[in-house]
């Protein structure tokens, strides 16, 4: 079933619980008395928040099952309990969204990051985690990951497997600037072996290139994965491009100088054998 809070309303809950099993749309406000809590999720439920702005409530198992959507996002991100911050599928459906509206603290999502409408702008020094066995799904190709300032967005591996940032740039409307990244092998510490990926929106301050580059460039840096090596490949929009593709390179930085690798192919920059990571 379906419950909506039309208007803006307050639902003011008792001592008793409320298992979501359906669909709870939040338009207002979710009230409940100090210190006690008894929303869980059921199986399929999905917590709403259609607001800008707002509080999440506190949801027991909202870190196990469920899904939490967020889809009134124009000016401003909801604010999350301090004591919850972890999400088993969260998604992001903001299709009105007209500004950054960056997550106020680190989130982390267990199974499932849904891109499904505007885009998802980690705070300054704050990180969106994904666990270990988290995937990301782009329902929408103007969805992505914004990662201004200090921002990152964190996965963890356990494996020699495949995964998508869905990074992007507010740049030109918005871009979709998806990092692809292939561990072939390597040596993993479950839970502390993690990839973290940005993407910056201005051209790299060491690229002297005066007629052909991108505004944008990503960085990646790891932990605790060992003797590994990967294979990556960065897909860039035309609103990043400055000249001509022909005349441009994938280059990787280290802090002090530039490698150069391959042309890029439609509209993708690809390298193999990666045993470090960079700019």
């Known amino acids: 079933?379906?419950?909506?809070?039309?208007?803006?309303a307050t639902i003011t809950l008792g001592w008793g619980s409320v298992t979501i099993e359906g669909l709870l749309y939040n338009t207002g406000i979710i009230s409940y008395p100090d210190n006690?809590?008894?929303?869980?999720?059921?199986?399929?439920?999905?917590?709403?928040?259609a607001q800008n702005g707002g509080n999440i409530p506190l949801?027991?198992?909202?870190?196990t099952t469920g899904t939490v959507r967020i889809s009134g996002v124009t000016t401003t991100a909801p604010t999350f309990p301090a004591s919850q911050t972890t999400y088993y599928n969260l998604e992001w459906k903001c299709a009105s969204q007209t500004?950054?509206?960056p997550l106020p603290t680190t989130i982390t999502?267990?199974?499932?990051?849904?891109l499904n409408g505007g885009y998802i702008t980690v705070g300054n020094n704050n990180q969106l985690i994904l666990g270990t066995n988290a995937k990301s799904t782009i329902m929408n190709e103007t969805s992505f990951v914004n990662t201004p300032g200090n921002g990152v967005m964190r996965k963890y591996f356990s494996d020699t497997v495949t995964f998508v940032f869905p990074l992007g740039s507010t740049l030109g409307g918005g871009t979709s600037n998806t990092a692809t990244v292939k561990f072939t092998n390597g040596s993993f510490s479950s839970g502390s072996s993690y990839l973290d990926a940005k993407l910056t929106s201005s051209k790299h301050p060491n690229n002297n290139s005066g007629t052909s580059y991108l505004n944008c460039y990503w960085t990646l840096s790891s932990a605790d994965i060992k003797n590994f090596s990967a294979n990556a490949s960065f897909k860039y929009s035309s609103a990043n491009?400055?000249?001509d593709a022909a005349n441009m390179f994938l280059l990787r930085y280290n802090g002090s100088s530039?490698?150069?690798?391959?042309?890029?192919?439609?509209?993708?920059?690809?390298?193999?054998?990666?045993?470090?990571?960079?700019?």
């Open 109 to 114: 999502v267990n199974n499932r990051l849904i």
């Open 99 to 101: 500004s950054a509206a």
């Open 59 to 63: 949801i027991n198992n909202c870190s």
């Open 36 to 49: 006690y809590n008894k929303i869980s999720f059921g199986t399929n439920g999905v917590y709403e928040h």
């Open 241 to 243: 491009l400055f000249g």
């Open 1 to 8: 079933g379906i419950y909506n809070s039309l208007n803006g």
């Open 258 to 279: 530039w490698a150069t690798y391959e042309h890029p192919l439609n509209n993708t920059l690809s390298i193999t054998g990666l045993t470090s990571f960079g700019d």
